[in-house]
Nanobody, 125 residues
Framework: QVQLVESGGGSVQAGGSLKLSCVAS????????MGWFRQAPGKEREFVAA????????RYADSVKGRFTISRDNAKNTVYLQMSSLKPEDTAVYYC??????????????????WGQGTQVTVSS
């Protein structure tokens, strides 16, 4: 089992920045991939970014490319999401996720076995 705890959410004005953190505990040696998803009220959970734990390859949703950066610190079992140039449409609950098996579809909810409790990000105009 892997436990994930997110932090760093909050309220910010459009154009501002926030940095989310996700700390993993438990059987972390088996983690292959970590990602960030978000869910706005009334919408489905959507992919934001992901990073491979071994090599560090990253992938992003088109909507956040150039504004968000995902990074990791394997020694601390922590993944970060630096969010800049935030827009009101970025408002959502952000979830950290981890996969403990090789996955080809990094942007699918079903590719991840473990999820955090979520952290709220609110961007006002």
């Amino acid at each position: 089992q892997v436990q994930l705890v997110e932090s760093g959410g909050g309220s910010v004005q459009a154009g501002g920045s926030l940095k989310l953190s996700c700390v993993a505990s438990g059987r972390t040696f088996g983690i292959y991939l970590m990602g960030w998803f978000r869910q706005a009220p009334g919408k489905e959970r959507e992919f934001v970014a992901a990073i491979g734990r071994a090599v560090g390859t990253t992938r992003y949703a088109d909507s956040v490319k150039g504004r968000f950066t995902i990074s990791r610190d394997n020694a601390k079992n922590t993944v970060y999401l630096q969010m800049s140039s935030l827009k009101p449409e970025d408002t959502a609950v952000y979830y950290c996720a981890a996969a403990d098996a090789v996955r080809m579809d990094w942007d699918r909810v079903g590719s991840y076995a473990y999820w955090g409790q979520g952290t709220q990000v609110t961007v006002s105009s």
